[in-house]
């Protein structure tokens, strides 16, 4: 077991509860749109209301959801569940209270696998339950005053909560990042977390190392991996300078400023029972028969985990490259796609790290917007692996296919003189001609130093203009030089 990381002599414990907007196309319990952008208070009907004769009907939608993602992370999911009303007051929640599940969730326990640099680390589920999210308090536009959107009201969310298993906030953003990835493959959330489909809440508490669990602080709605490594890492220093002054933590929920990076309480920590749950009397338990599951399971798409095992077992990927084409789904249809074009796993893995992820990143782009054709990648790795152009003139000609000057490979090699020479004669004669003009640098080679032979190879592709294939020139001065 690896020893947990100290921060001035204390360790750091934390959980994670993440809410994950569902991709259903109506909310919850109504048939109102979850559709985001519509001007404020359009996509609120009266049951996301609670006007007085309103009943909530449950999506079918959201429930096979949850159960695919119980199922992915290995979970239990439970034959039969509660919806409870969670009662609060807050100008957004216009029922009074948030239908949720509290004492009977649908999926129970899980897990989440995370690496941290080269150490490999089980992140323990301790429950995912349906839930409805509540409006959109507005601040910005209005002086002295507070607006209230209700869209978001009723719209469908897993709560996905994790043990108190991290110990650093590096940990805690890995196991973001890999959840994030996991529900978008699993497509039972859009993940955007600029439109708060995706956001994250972290429990915080520092303890010294044996001791009981501090008490803990929570940091609610940290909508980036950004904020949420710069929440935690402030929220640790300011409990250790705190206890440090002989001062005690008290249970709080506090928000995360990302203009100063510093958290700042808002209120008192409720404990459970403040909510005063209850069973929701206008919801039957929700059942869900084994042959629900079973079916649910059968739909399921190859999970990154087990397809990054297929890379590497039948396409002889490193575990690295393997993680990396099963980033997301997309990415990995798009690798299985070159590679079944090209033939090359390794060199079709090596240019969608290199050469295609460089250009997404820098522009901000997705696979799914990537400009140049696969087919037309494929036929330039081919073209590299015969040959026919170098690594370098590939290159020239995926800037090219980027730019829309063409997608024809062949047609791009020819026009832009990037045809290797590949005629043995021609070469041949290339070769004797720089060994004949470079009597110092052939002198140097054969006593011993390797750079003379560098050079060399560089005085044949200078004479052949770029065009010589550089295995085959060194091939070639190797045994004319003995």
């Known amino acids: ?32 749109s979850t559709q985001f952008g519509a001007a404020p208070n359009t996509q609120a009907c009266a049951v ?9 009907v449950l999506n079918r939608g959201a429930v096979e959801r949850a159960i695919r993602f119980g199922l992915a992370v290995q979970a239990k999911v439970a034959p039969l569940s509660i919806f409870a009303r969670k009662n609060y007051f807050y100008p957004d929640l216009p029922k009074g209270y948030q239908i949720s599940q509290y004492e009977i969730p649908v999926v129970q326990g899980g897990h989440v696998d995370i690496r941290v640099g080269e150490q490999g680390k089980r992140v323990r589920l301790t429950r995912a339950h349906l839930e409805e999210d509540a409006g959109k308090s ?79 602080r929570e940091v609610k709605n ?87 095992e297929r890379f590497q077992r039948d396409d002889g990927l490193p575990a690295y490259d393997a993680a990396m084409m099963t980033q997301s789904l997309a990415f990995a249809c798009s ?14 893995a090596n240019w969608l790290m290199g050469e295609v992820s460089k250009r997404l990143n820098a522009e901000g782009r997705d696979i799914a917007d990537l ?16 040959g026919t152009v170098s690594n370098n003139g590939a290159r020239q000609v995926f800037d090219a296919l980027w730019s829309g000057e063409g997608q024809d490979v062949d047609a791009l090699i020819e026009a832009k003189g990037l045809k290797q020479m590949n005629d043995a004669g ?18 140097e080679y054969r006593s011993g130093k390797d750079k003379a032979f560098n050079a060399l190879v560089g005085q044949v592709m200078k004479a052949s203009k770029g065009k010589a294939n550089p295995t085959q020139a060194s091939e070639l001065l190797k045994r004319k030089l003995g």
């Open 335 to 348: 690798y299985e796609t070159l590679r079944d074009a090209c033939g090359q796993p390794k060199l079709a």
């Open 138 to 216: 507005l601040h910005e536009d209005y002086a002295g005053a507070t607006g209230i959107d209700l869209n978001r009201a009723g719209t469908p969310l897993l709560e996905i909560v994790t043990e108190p298993d991290m110990r650093s906030s590096a940990e805690a953003v890995e196991y973001a990042k890999a959840l994030h990835a996991l529900v978008v493959w699993l497509g039972v959330c859009d993940g955007n977390m600029q439109e708060g489909s995706f956001r994250c809440d972290a429990n915080v508490s520092v303890r010294r190392p044996g001791g009981p669990l501090g008490t803990r």
């Open 48 to 56: 996301d209301l609670a006007l007085p004769g309103t009943l909530p």
């Open 222 to 308: 940290l909508n980036s991996f950004r904020f949420l490594q710069q929440a935690i890492d402030f929220e640790v220093q300011w409990q250790i300078d705190r206890i440090e002054d002989g001062l005690a933590i008290e249970q709080a929920t506090v928000l995360f400023d990302p203009d100063t990076g510093e958290t700042r309480a808002m209120r008192t920590k409720e404990d459970a029972h403040d909510y005063r749950y209850f069973p929701d009397p206008d919801l039957p338990p929700l059942v869900i028969a084994p042959e629900w599951v079973e079916r649910v399971r059968a739909e399921m798409p190859e999970l990154p985990g087990a397809m990054a």
């Open 426 to 443: 021609a070469l041949e004669a290339i070769v004797d001609q720089v060994i004949a003009a470079n009597a110092k640098s052939v002198d």
């Open 371 to 386: 400009p140049v054709a696969l087919p037309a990648l494929a036929a330039l790795i081919r073209r590299v692996v015969d």
């Open 1 to 32: 077991m690896n020893t947990p990381p100290l921060i001035r002599g204390f360790e750091v414990v934390i959980g994670l509860e993440t809410h994950a907007q569902l991709s259903t196309r109506s909310k919850i319990f109504s048939g109102a």
